[in-house]
T-cell receptor, first 113, second 114 residues
Framework: DAGVIQSPRHEVTEMGQEVTLRCKPI?????LFWYRQTMMRGLELLIY????????DSGMPEDRFSAKMPNASFSTLKIQPSEPRDSAVYFC???????????FGQGTRLTVV | AQSVTQLDSQVPVFEEAPVELRCNYS??????LFWYVQYPNQGLQLLLK??????LVKGINGFEAEFNKSQTSFHLRKPSVHISDTAEYFC????????????FGSGTQLTVLP
């Protein structure tokens, strides 16, 4: 398996624009997590899914953020409209269940100017 | 809920010296514990994990960690570090028996000096 695949690796956008980050989890994993990493706040969980269903979205900062998982092999995180304070590295991770670790993608570095 | 404290934000050490990166956790239930490593511009990679059984856990790249329930600690050690070990290290916790999210510490930047 190629691991967790995220795209794009880098994204630079202007304030107010819509941004969509994409993630393909490892095949067979039924948990998917979106994390955000910043210098100030470290690694924060934004939302996670189990069997494509959102379980906990309490980490989503505000209504500008939304996430979907239309099927077991694809998830998106959308920011609309984007703001400079959204600049961060966004990680997607997947895991296979109890006792298994989370496998992380390479991340998407988002810069909002 | 669980929380993790990594006591040292930066640890400089000379090549071939031993190192210990400290991690303490808080939880009202039993936990699973993990150490991850992040190299520059990379994702997080699992070093080792403790689920149950032996409290001394061995991982990749010569690292090991010891689970101490009474002290609620899970410190990471390596007897002799290499330049290539320079990276950020994260301790993480999850409620035992759960597949839910990991809660991460704030990270420790290990810098190995020649």
């Amino acid at each position: 398996d190629a691991g967790v695949i995220q795209s794009p690796r880098h994204e630079v956008t202007e304030m107010g624009q819509e941004v969509t980050l994409r993630c393909k989890p490892i095949s067979g994993h039924d948990y998917l997590f979106w994390y955000r990493q910043t210098m100030m706040r470290g690694l924060e969980l934004l939302i996670y899914f189990n069997n494509n269903v959102p379980i906990d979205d309490s980490g989503m900062p505000e209504d500008r953020f939304s996430a979907k998982m239309p099927n077991a092999s694809f998830s998106t995180l959308k920011i609309q409209p984007s703001e400079p304070r959204d600049s961060a590295v966004y990680f997607c991770a997947s895991s296979g269940g109890v006792g298994t670790e989370a496998f992380f993608g390479q991340g998407t570095r988002l810069t909002v100017v | 809920a669980q929380s993790v404290t990594q006591l040292d934000s930066q640890v400089p050490v000379f090549e071939e010296a031993p190192v210990e990166l400290r991690c303490n956790y808080s939880s009202s239930v039993s936990v699973y514990l993990f150490w991850y490593v992040q190299y520059p511009n990379q994702g997080l990679q699992l070093l080792l994990k403790y689920l149950s059984g032996s409290t001394l856990v061995k991982g990749i790249n010569g690292f090991e960690a010891e689970f101490n329930k009474s002290q609620t600690s899970f410190h990471l050690r390596k007897p002799s570090v290499h330049i290539s070990d320079t990276a950020e290290y994260f301790c993480a916790v999850r409620a035992a028996g759960s597949a839910r999210q990991l809660t991460f510490g704030s990270g420790t930047q290990l810098t190995v000096l020649p």
